[in-house]
């Protein structure tokens, strides 16, 4: 008996009907994307372990998918590095590639690679695959899309608010009710100066950056099992805590990091991009939360995570700046700021609040109905007209009863049945049946151009 096939966990298949939902998320982030200038890429789904390793720190780098080398992989590897089964030693020699875990280092290693052919400030948008080695569970998959936008060569924060307008623009399109949350790095710096720990700044943010998930309590364990003091932990709670206004936030905040210049720098650049954005009006929410981390380490300034306000699920876009990441690849000095939608949790949320228009099926306008050679050879004709009036349509391939036929308009979602017959044959008519209402009508060629378009 054979196998029952099966798909890796984390993964999933999608139907006409759920790619036609999926289609509709990416096509609106598209023309948004193109809406604010930006410019296409893509990159391979496999990079050098070079390129990837050491850009996402710790955690990162073991959700990292390798891929084995081709051929005789052991041929070379020291046979006790084998029998002590040292992982983190075995797997770059094992190993030369990877599977992209985001889409934004892979960008800068294309920055680097064809500056000369980029005019900077260089806007890009890229919709493609990426891949971690992640525990599946509810808006968390180990194969999903990213949708990202970035923009390099340039210190501005009106980058910052530009892509804040473009996030709410794409969650209006999508009817999605967000929160966009708020912090810079500079702030989480100066909180590790404050605290006399500025060289654990990568503890604290990985901590306090799972506030939401494991509660304050749980981050106060964790980072003093990363060696922070029950001084330094007493400081930190009132500042990742903190409410009131947005203004009030940042006011406490200034009063907090005072002695710290890179902190108030920070401030200062999270008043600076609140205020713009507020001034251009905002439909989401905007929130100012200091425990945001987003744990990643080449954020250097802004961070930004978005959250659906009526479906419990984790972050559904994030992003920030990275002043420096081309720098590892032999390019310093160029600063970036990007956000990436998370195309997954964005279909999830749709679903769950079942927002997608009516009218995204995915299958043809109109089927034609199929009741011999020389009705077939017709609806043909009548069919290459229609397409190229732009109306999509289809003809049943087989001689069947109108029954089977119709069944299968119905279960497709295809709004129209055309059926020519042989009296429609004789009068060069096309009888059109509505199948939401039932109405049929006896239309020349032309007229049924007309209703269908």
């Known amino acids: 008996m054979a196998q029952k096939p099966s798909i890796p966990k984390g993964t999933r ?7 036609a939902r999926r289609n509709y998320i990416f096509d609106t982030i598209r023309s948004v994307f193109h809406l604010f200038g930006f410019q296409q890429i893509e990159t391979p789904a496999m990079e050098n372990l070079s390129t990837l390793m050491g850009k996402y720190g710790e955690e990162g780098d073991k959700l990292l998918f390798k ?12 046979p006790k590095l084998i029998e002590a089964g040292d992982c983190p030693k075995l797997a770059p020699k094992l190993c030369e590639k990877g599977l992209r875990y985001d889409l934004t280092v892979p960008f800068a290693r294309f920055v680097v690679m064809h500056r000369n052919d980029l005019s900077f400030p260089f806007k890009r948008f890229q919709i493609q695959p990426v891949w971690r080695a992640d525990r599946p569970q509810k808006g968390r998959y180990r194969e999903f899309y990213q949708c990202d936008a970035d923009v390099v060569g340039s210190d501005s924060l009106l980058n910052e608010i530009e892509l804040i307008q473009m996030i709410d623009e794409v969650f209006n399109r999508l009817g999605i009710r967000t929160t966009i949350k708020l912090n810079n790095r500079k702030v989480l710096a100066g909180i590790a100066e404050l605290v006399g720990e500025p060289e654990k700044i ?15 309590d749980k981050v106060k364990e964790e980072l003093a099992e990363r060696g922070l003091s029950a001084e330094a932990i007493d400081k930190i709670t009132p500042i990742i805590t903190l409410s009131g206004s947005n203004e009030e936030r940042l006011a406490k905040l200034s009063e907090l990091l005072a002695g710290s210049e890179t902190g ?7 008043r600076e991009v609140m205020e713009g954005s507020k001034q251009l009006g905002l439909r989401a929410e905007l929130e100012l939360d200091v425990s945001l981390a987003r744990g990643l380490n080449y954020y250097t300034g802004t961070i930004i995570e978005v959250k659906a306000r009526d479906v419990e699920i984790g ?6 700046r990275y002043d420096n990441l081309t720098g590892v690849f032999g390019l310093p000095g160029v600063s970036g700021v990007g956000i990436s939608f998370g195309a997954d949790r964005i279909y999830d949320v749709l679903n769950t609040l079942n927002l997608y228009p009516a009218d995204i099926a995915g299958a043809a306008k109109v089927m034609f ?20 009036n732009g109306i999509s349509a289809e003809i049943y391939p087989d001689c069947a009863k109108m029954k089977k036929q119709m069944g299968r308009a119905d279960a497709l979602g295809i709004p129209f049945v055309a059926i020519i017959g042989e009296s429609e044959l004789a009068e060069g008519t096309v009888t059109l049946k509505d199948m939401n209402s039932g ?5 020349s060629v032309d007229e049924l151009v007309k209703a269908l378009a």
């Open 13 to 19: 298949d999608f139907t006409p009907a759920e790619m």
């Open 67 to 78: 891929i084995l080398n081709s051929g005789d992989f052991l041929r070379g590897v020291d």
């Open 202 to 216: 990568v503890d604290i943010t990985v901590a306090i950056d799972k506030i939401d998930k494991i509660g304050l």
């Open 264 to 270: 108030l720098k920070g401030v200062e650049e999270l």
């Open 315 to 320: 972050s559904i876009t994030g992003g920030g």
């Open 369 to 388: 109905t199929n009741f011999g050679v020389a009705e077939a050879a017709k609806s043909l004709e009548v069919i290459k007209k229609l397409r190229e």
């Open 439 to 443: 109405e049929q009508k006896s239309l």
